[in-house]
């Protein structure tokens, strides 16, 4: 794997003309047990039943996970973390789709997918920046993500991670100091293709340091890793405007253990318990409150309204705010958190309400219900909806209960709460179609009024 990932490092990224040890300190903390062993062989079966339900290559994503991710070196089999980007540009025609798999939280993040109408043979930076904020487009995005300001300290005693109080500048991918969301560059051919498939140290899926729910982009120009002796080149690298970019969202992650049955369930639980309450590979000072925001769209694709999240604190409830318009007629709407972030088939790719702990659908305030489930909007006379509420099932910090990188999802008709007697009542409310979704992710705070 190893000698792969360097293969493919090499070929798709560009990097440093130096000899740099492999950042292999991680590898040392991970164990093979049965119970993994198990999880093994179940979590590659439910691969090929979730990404047949989805109405994914199911061939395709086996071969990717399974054999890249779960198969050959010792060592790297575990719980699976998997998201999902979907680049495109807002003025350029630039798409692709970006595939990020996390096999443990200590290990590397593996990244493949292919880009598509770039400039021919050329290098184009490649970065995570600290949002996912679709707003804007691109330009909501923020800066490059560098949450916790760290550097690596190479000593005979092993590789630590340090933070490091004055910031840390832009790099390479293999610097001793960089940015979190620092990838480099990667490499179109003759025809302006960019096939990507390399692994990155840093980068996490679980834990407070999660990319899930921020964005990856790809910029107009090559990434200088810092070598440009000005300002911007430490900043940004001189890497030009912004191409194309895609908020990385859920396409499944470890709560698949819970598909699981009997005994294997529970010891799959008892793994799940483990890997996301596991210490993330870069340990630092993450922000106290955490904001977030969906911008909801329709079936056309026109924008009915931003949904914003707030939670002060990981013992604090979720504050949810929206002005939403464009809603037909008055009445109640069933409002809730669906599992995935994947919006490539629209609102119906979003999968089923969040629900990591398999309750049966109910209220707000029923102690059985979803975790996803935040009951009814209020639609007026005119269409449109206020929306103030907030919810203690839900979280915006890593755990079972994050929503982060899951997207939002308003219905066309109500709730019935779990108590209308059909036959959905227990698992949709029987709130009828998808009207509009948007995903949730990370936003800045808002600024404070003059």
């Known amino acids: 794997m190893a000698s792969l990932t360097r293969r493919a490092s090499a070929r798709n990224m560009k990097h440093e003309e130096e000899s740099t040890p492999a950042l292999d300190t991680p590898y040392k903390t991970r164990t093979r047990g049965s119970a993994f062993g198990k999880i093994k062989t ?71 997918g292919e880009l598509k109408n770039l400039d021919p ?94 964005t990856v982009l790809v910029h107009t120009g090559t990434d200088d890793l810092g070598r440009g002796n000005n300002e911007d080149s430490l900043k940004t690298g001189n890497a030009g405007g912004r191409a194309a970019c895609g908020i990385i969202v859920f396409l499944f992650d470890n709560t698949l253990s819970f598909i699981m049955f009997g005994k294997v369930k529970f010891v799959a639980a008892l793994a799940l318990l483990t890997f996301s309450s596991a210490s993330a590979k870069l340990t630092c000072e993450t922000k106290k409150e955490v904001y977030a925001k969906a911008v909801l769209k329709d079936a056309n694709g026109t924008q009915i309204g931003v949904v914003n999240l707030y939670q002060a604190s990981n013992l604090e409830p979720v504050k949810i705010t929206a002005d939403i318009k464009g809603l037909g007629a008055e009445g109640k709407k069933g409002f809730h958190v669906h599992e995935f972030g994947d919006l490539s088939g629209g609102c119906a790719s979003a999968g089923g309400h969040f629900n990591p702990f398999s309750k049966q659908h109910g209220a707000p305030t029923d102690a059985e219900r979803h975790a996803g489930d935040l009951g009814n909007i209020v639609t007026g006379p005119d269409g449109t909806s206020k929306v103030e509420m907030e919810d203690k099932q839900i979280s915006l910090y890593s755990g079972h209960r994050n929503i982060v990188g899951r997207a939002i999802v308003l219905h066309a008709g109500e709730d019935d709460l779990g108590l209308g007697g059909q036959s959905d009542s227990k698992t949709t409310g029987h709130a009828g179609a998808r009207l509009a979704c948007g995903v949730i992710g990370y936003a800045p705070a808002p600024t404070p009024a003059a």
């Open 121 to 214: 043979n050329a290098e184009r930076g490649f970065h995570i920046h600290e949002y996912g904020d679709a707003r804007d487009g691109c330009m909501s995005s923020g800066s490059h993500y560098s949450e916790c300001l760290v550097f690596l300290v190479r000593s005979r005693h092993g590789n630590t991670w340090t933070k490091d109080p004055f910031g840390v500048p832009h790099g390479g991918p293999k610097d001793l100091k960089r940015h979190v969301g620092d990838l480099g560059n990667i490499r179109s051919d003759a025809d302006g293709v960019a096939r990507l498939d390399f692994s990155d140290n840093i980068i996490n899926l679980v834990g407070p340091l999660s990319i899930v729910g921020r």
């Open 42 to 112: 179940l979590a590659t079966l439910g691969i090929f039943v979730i990404s047949g339900f989805l109405g994914y290559n199911a061939g395709n994503l086996g071969r990717i996970v399974s054999t890249k991710y779960f198969g050959g070196s010792p060592g790297t089999s575990g719980p699976l973390a998997y998201a999902v980007a979907y680049l495109k540009g807002p003025n350029s025609n630039v798409t692709g789709v970006i595939h990020f798999s996390q096999p443990s939280p200590t290990g590397p993040v593996f990244i493949i």
